[in-house]
Structures are given as structure tokens and as C-alpha cells.
């Protein structure tokens, strides 16, 4: 990250009004930290032109019809007929993969985000709201939250017999390192010598 003195905030103030990058981008673009161009922004009274921001789009995306905000379901992935069983497993792995998505929109507009929640409870008389909503899209939440879909895709592999578990291949590498002439193979039993010829 540049020194504070060595950032250009006169371009960075250009690329924040623009509207086409995110804070991260510029962050990026920059060398400066998402939180001074926060900052600065809020202090300049730094406004984003017409051209509408991610966050911004996905604010006003709550008055569109459903149909303009999901995106279009296979209908090869759907069952043909109400009561007929659909595949647990490949519904599992498409739930998982929209969580990934939304994972990956809240972590890369993180400082948007941040940004709304501070607007929005900017009026509230305590802080408990703003901590509950930063707390939600902390890194911690969203560490946690991959584990558990990650987890949860490790569960939908085992079940689908794809690989194994863990423990099944624990016991495969230990049934391998047994057999005859490995590492591991149990001694072969002890040779009686008897000589009757006296």
C-alpha cells in the first residue's frame, strides 16, 4: 500500500465519482485503503455520478419483479411433475453454488456495504443495530459461512458416493499399507524346523 502522501486523491476522488469502480477497485487501483476513501468521500460530500454502483443497483433491485432479479432456473433441474423426486444431491450442490455467488457479491462490496449500514443507522440512538449488520457481513461471518457451505458440499459429495469420506479413505490407505509385502503387512508366522533324522 502507497505512503498516505504518495496516493493521488485527486484521481482518486475522479474514480470515485465516476461510479465505475467499487471502493475496493480503487483501493486497489490506488495503493490507498478502502476505509480513507470512505472517509474522505463522506468528508468532501464525494457523490457518485448518474451511472448507478453495484450497491446501488442491488439496493433498488428490491422493486423489481423476481423474475429480473433471479437468474433463470433450468428446467431440466426442476422435477417434471409436483410430488415426483428430485435429485437431493444436485439440489444441494445448486443451493450451495447461489450461497457461493451471494458470498462472492457481499465480499466484493464489503465497503459498500459498509458504507449503506453507516448511512442507514447514521440516525439510531445506540450502536447495537449498526454492530449487528457489520457483524453480519464481518469477515469472520463470512469465514464462517464458506466453512459451512464448503462442509456442506463435502457431506453432498460423500452421499453421492463420489470419492469417499474421510474415513473411507482413511480405511483404504490403511487396507493398501496391510497387504503383503507393504510397510504395514503383518509378519509372516514363524517356520517350525523339526529334524527327525537323529
Keep these: 500500500m502507497a505512503k498516505r502522501a504518495d496516493i493521488d486523491w485527486t484521481a ?19 495503493g490507498a485503503s478502502e476505509a480513507n476513501i470512505r472517509k474522505r468521500a463522506k468528508a ?13 443497483s442491488a439496493h433498488q433491485g428490491a422493486h423489481l419483479p423476481v ?19 428430485r435429485d437431493h444431491v444436485d439440489h444441494m450442490r445448486e ?6 455467488d451471494e458470498l462472492g457479491s ?5 465497503g459498500e456495504l459498509e ?12 450502536g447495537r443495530r449498526r454492530a449487528a449488520m457489520l457483524k453480519a457481513i464481518s469477515l469472520p461471518a463470512r469465514s464462517m459461512t464458506l466453512k459451512t457451505i464448503g462442509q456442506a458440499l463435502a457431506v453432498a459429495k ?5 470419492g469417499g469420506g474421510k474415513k ?10 496391510a497387504k503383503p509385502g507393504n510397510k504395514y503387512a503383518p509378519p509372516p508366522p514363524p517356520k517350525l524346523v523339526v529334524d527327525n533324522g537323529k
Design 12 to 30: 482518486v476522488e475522479a474514480a470515485f465519482r465516476a461510479g465505475k469502480l467499487s471502493n475496493r477497485q480503487i483501493a486497489e487501483r490506488f
Design 95 to 100: 443451493i450451495a453454488s447461489r450461497m457461493l
Design 168 to 177: 473411507e479413505e482413511a480405511k483404504a490407505k490403511a487396507q493398501e499399507a
Design 67 to 85: 423474475g429480473e432479479i433471479l437468474p433463470p432456473i433450468n428446467p431440466s433441474a426442476r422435477p417434471a411433475r409436483m410430488g415426483e423426486p
Design 44 to 56: 468532501g460530500n464525494w457523490v457518485r455520478s448518474s451511472q448507478k454502483s453495484a450497491h446501488q
Design 106 to 110: 457481499i465480499t466484493s462490496y464489503v
Design 115 to 126: 458504507q449503506l449500514i453507516e448511512t442507514e443507522t447514521a440516525d439510531d440512538k445506540d
Design 158 to 162: 460423500e452421499v453421492a458416493g463420489i
